[in-house]
Nanobody, 127 residues
Framework: QVQLVESGGGSVQPGGSLRLSCSVS????????IGWFRQAPGKEREGVGC????????YYAGSVKGRFTISRDNAKSTVYLQMDNMEPEDTAIYYC????????????????????WGLGTQVTVSS
């Protein structure tokens, strides 16, 4: 059974940075597309950034493009989300998900698709 565990959440001031990690176990990371999603109170879950299993192509939501970067280290079975120049609107619970695919990374993010999900990590941006 594939398991995903998020870490790296916390509190940061506006303009600050955080790096989230998604550790994958029970399966080979190479076989999965991975996405980062977030859900703020009273809002629907939205895709933030997704990365393909094959060529490393990426997709970002418009609200984070240019500020967030998703990357993967298959040897470490870990996917990262580097978040820079953070804004209060980035406050949410962040989840990572794995999809066996094949799936377009844009579709994965837009549709919040995933076969396996982590439990999430809280990110708060506040002065």
């Amino acid at each position: 059974q594939v398991q995903l565990v998020e870490s790296g959440g916390g509190s940061v001031q506006p303009g600050g940075s955080l790096r989230l990690s998604c550790s994958v176990s029970g399966g080979t990371l190479d076989y999965y597309a991975i996405g980062w999603f977030r859900q703020a109170p009273g809002k629907e879950r939205e895709g933030v950034g997704c990365i393909s299993r094959a060529d490393g192509s990426t997709y970002y939501a418009g609200s984070v493009k240019g500020r967030f970067t998703i990357s993967r280290d298959n040897a470490k079975s870990t996917v990262y989300l580097q978040m820079d120049n953070m804004e209060p609107e980035d406050t949410a619970i962040y989840y990572c998900a794995a999809d066996r695919g094949p799936i377009d990374v844009g579709a994965m993010c837009v549709l919040a698709a995933g076969d396996y999900w982590g439990l999430g990590t809280q990110v708060t941006v506040s002065s």
